[in-house]
C-alpha cells in the first residue's frame, strides 16, 4: 500500500567529483533555470493533490550543493512541509560548518553521503582525498543534530570493504549505514563490475555479518539497513518490492522524467509533458505498477512481494524486465 509518493530529483549534472562508477555518461552540466525547476515542483504538487498523497523529495545531482539554486529549492519545499519531506543525497565533500548550519534551518529528513570503503579504495573510487573530506563533511552535519546516513554501492572491486563503512560510520557516529549494488548503466560503463551471484551472496553474508555484531551490542547507535533486494534471503525479513513507477519517479536534470535513475527508460519530459498524466497514462508505468513476476520465479515463495529482485539491475544487464535477479541465490 503507498503511503508517501517519492521523487527523486536531479536537479542538474554538475559535480566536484568525477567518481569511477558514476552514471552520468559526461560530465557537461545540464543546468535547468529557476523558472523551470518551479514548474517540476509545481507538477509534483499536482500529483500528490490528486493521488490524496503526502510526499517526500530526495534533492541530488550530479552533486546537488554545485547546483545554484540549491537552497531556494529548498525554501520552496519549505513552503510545504505541512505535506512534503525532503533528503539530500550528497557526496559530502562540500558541507562546510556552515553549509551544515544552513541546511539545518531546512530540517532535511536526513542527508545522506557516499562512502565506497577504506581510505585507498574510496580514493581510488572517488578521488584523492575524498576519504578525509567526507569525514569533516559528516563531523558539520552531526554538529547541527542532522540524520545522517551513509550510502555504499558495492561493485567486484569494493563489496568486501562494507566492514571498513561500517567502522568509519561508528567513527563518526553515523546514524544509519545502507547499500545497494552497483548498475551498469550505459555502453561506457563497466559490466564487469556488476557483482555475480556468488559475489552477491557473499556480501549479503558480509553485510548481514556487521549487522548482527551491532545489533548483538548492548548500547547499539548506528542502524545498518538491510531492506533493499535480495538482502532478505539473509535477515529472513520482508521481501523488498521495487516501487518504480508505483510510488516513486525521478525527475533528471533535462527534466526527463523515468520510473528511476537507475531504471533510464524515458517516459516524457516534464518542460513539455504533465507529470500526473504520465503517472496515469504511460505504459510503461502502468506496466511496473503491475507488479509482474519473471517466468524464472513463478514458484518461489517470495516472488509475491520480491517481484524477482532489482529490476533495474536486470534492464540493465537484458534490457527486459521478465528475468530473476541475477544475484539470486533461489534455484
Given at each position: 500500500m503507498v503511503n508517501r509518493f517519492i521523487l527523486q530529483w536531479h536537479l542538474s549534472e554538475a559535480c566536484n567529483l568525477k567518481c569511477l562508477h558514476c552514471y552520468q555518461t559526461n560530465h557537461t552540466p545540464v543546468q535547468l533555470e529557476y523558472e523551470k525547476l518551479v514548474k517540476i515542483f509545481n507538477q509534483y504538487l499536482e500529483l500528490l493533490e490528486?493521488?490524496?498523497?503526502?510526499?517526500?523529495?530526495?534533492?541530488?545531482?550530479?552533486?546537488?550543493?554545485?547546483?545554484?539554486?540549491?537552497?531556494?529549492?529548498?525554501?520552496?519545499?519549505?513552503?510545504?512541509?505541512?505535506?512534503?519531506?525532503?533528503?539530500?543525497?550528497?557526496?559530502?565533500?562540500?558541507?562546510?560548518?556552515?553549509?551544515?548550519?544552513k541546511i539545518k534551518q531546512f530540517n532535511p529528513y536526513y542527508v545522506q553521503v557516499s562512502l565506497e570503503g577504506g581510505e585507498k579504495i574510496n580514493n581510488y573510487i572517488r578521488g584523492e582525498g575524498t576519504y578525509n573530506q567526507i569525514a569533516k563533511g559528516i563531523k558539520n552535519l552531526k554538529k547541527y543534530n542532522i540524520f545522517t546516513s551513509i550510502s555504499f554501492t558495492a561493485t567486484n572491486q569494493n563489496?568486501?570493504?562494507?566492514?571498513q563503512v561500517v567502522k568509519y560510520a561508528k567513527k563518526y557516529k553515523v546514524n544509519s549505514v545502507w547499500s545497494d549494488r552497483y548498475i551498469p548503466l550505459g555502453e561506457s560503463n563497466d559490466k564487469d563490475l556488476a557483482l555475480n551471484k556468488e559475489q552477491t551472496q557473499e556480501y549479503l553474508k558480509i553485510m548481514n555479518n556487521e549487522r548482527n555484531s551491532l545489533l548483538n551490542a548492548k548500547k547499539p547507535k548506528i542502524r545498518i539497513l538491510m531492506?533493499?533486494?535480495?538482502?532478505?534471503?539473509?535477515?529472513?525479513?520482508?521481501?523488498?518490492?521495487?516501487?518504480?513507477?508505483?510510488?516513486?519517479?525521478?525527475?533528471?536534470?533535462?527534466?526527463?522524467?523515468?520510473?528511476?535513475?537507475?531504471?533510464?527508460?524515458?517516459?516524457?519530459n516534464l518542460l513539455k509533458d504533465n507529470m500526473y498524466e504520465l503517472y496515469m497514462n504511460n505504459n510503461i508505468l502502468k506496466d511496473l505498477r503491475t507488479k509482474k513476476i519473471p517466468d524464472e520465479c513463478i514458484e518461489c515463495e517470495h516472488s509475491k512481494m520480491c517481484h524477482g529482485g532489482l529490476k533495474c539491475l536486470t534492464y540493465a544487464i537484458y534490457k527486459d524486465l521478465n528475468h530473476k535477479d541475477i544475484g539470486c541465490s533461489e534455484q
Open positions: 490528486k493521488l490524496e498523497l503526502p510526499g517526500h523529495i530526495n534533492i541530488t545531482g550530479g552533486e546537488p550543493l554545485c547546483n545554484p539554486y540549491f537552497f531556494k529549492i529548498l525554501e520552496l519545499i519549505n513552503n510545504h512541509s505541512d505535506n512534503i519531506t525532503f533528503s539530500i543525497l550528497t557526496n559530502g565533500t562540500l558541507i562546510t560548518e556552515e553549509i551544515a548550519k563489496y568486501k570493504e562494507f566492514p531492506n533493499r533486494a535480495l538482502q532478505f534471503q539473509m535477515t529472513n525479513e520482508y521481501a523488498y518490492g521495487c516501487t518504480a513507477g508505483e510510488s516513486l519517479l525521478t525527475v533528471m536534470e533535462n527534466a526527463d522524467l523515468v520510473p528511476c535513475r537507475r531504471m533510464p527508460i524515458v517516459i516524457g
